[in-house]
């Protein structure tokens, strides 16, 4: 299993940015993004529940970020809006199908991961 994520690059603040991330081979029951700014840890930024495209959220993005996915491509979006320099980060997409509500804004919990595409914005 493979997940590829792309589209990071440079924005200002303000701006938006779409990720992407492909799964190869499967799909999960969850999948969703995390990301590490350098120096901190991990963490959750967001989550859909593929059958039935709920989002969940960390507060953080919460109004700005949104998932969506496309059953065709096996794929799954990061729509990102109003763009903040505390978004700066490398983005990880991450799936898998055992984990439950509860647990989807611990990394250790997610049992695939993508490479990662560093978002740098700019003040």
């Known amino acids: 299993v493979q997940l590829q994520a792309s589209g990071g690059g440079l924005a200002q603040a303000g701006d938006s940015l779409r990720l992407s991330c492909a799964a190869s081979?499967?799909?999960?029951?969850?999948m969703g993004w995390f990301r590490q700014a350098p120096g901190k840890e991990r963490e959750f930024v967001g989550a859909?529940?593929?059958?039935?495209?709920?989002?969940y959220y960390a507060d953080s993005v919460k109004g700005r970020f949104a998932i969506s996915r496309d059953k065709a491509k096996n794929a799954v979006y990061l729509q990102m809006n109003s763009l903040k320099p505390e978004d700066t980060a490398v983005y990880y997409c991450?799936?898998?199908?055992?984990?439950?509500?509860?647990?989807?804004?611990?990394?250790?919990?997610?049992?695939?991961w993508g490479q990662g595409t560093l978002v740098t914005v700019s003040s």
């Open positions: 859909i529940r593929w059958s039935d495209g709920t989002g």
């Open positions: 991450a799936a898998d199908s055992g984990i439950i509500l509860s647990s989807l804004k611990s990394k250790e919990s997610w049992g695939y």
């Open positions: 081979r499967r799909t999960f029951r969850f």
